[in-house]
């Protein structure tokens, strides 16, 4: 079964930093591809982050990266110099085939339950 666990979240404020965590069962790391999502309240959900090329959104590029540990399973998202409209919460998400459109929800079937992110100014 797919299993994805984001945790790491936290209240910052502006111009802070925070990394959050995603750690997959190793049938999901292995088998799926897998990017980081946010959402904030009323809005639509918004790719990040994806493990392939290890790209990041334009949106944060500079300020934000992904990295993974592939003995932990895990994949991380390091956010610098954070913004009150970074505020969201944050889902990791897993495909099986190759997404189209890395950093677009609808490519993914599975999704973890999300960390919160609240930056402060």
């Known amino acids: 079964q797919v299993q994805l666990v984001e945790s790491g979240g936290g209240s910052v404020q502006a111009g802070g930093s925070l990394r959050i965590s995603c750690t997959a069962s190793?049938?999901?790391?292995?088998?799926?591809?897998m990017a980081w999502f946010r959402q904030a309240p009323g809005k639509e959900r918004e790719g990040v982050a994806t493990?392939?090329?290890?790209a990041v959104a334009d949106s944060v590029k500079g300020r934000f990266t992904i990295s993974r540990d592939d003995a932990e399973n895990t994949l991380y998202l390091q956010m610098n110099s954070l913004k009150p409209d970074d505020t969201a919460m944050y889902y990791c998400?897993?495909?099986?085939?190759?997404?189209?459109?890395?950093?677009?929800?609808?490519?993914?079937?599975?999704w973890g339950q999300g960390t919160q992110v609240t930056v402060s100014s």
């Open positions: 493990r392939r090329n290890l």
């Open positions: 998400a897993a495909a099986r085939t190759r997404p189209g459109r890395a950093l677009y929800a609808g490519e993914y079937s599975y």
């Open positions: 190793r049938s999901t790391y292995v088998n799926y591809y």
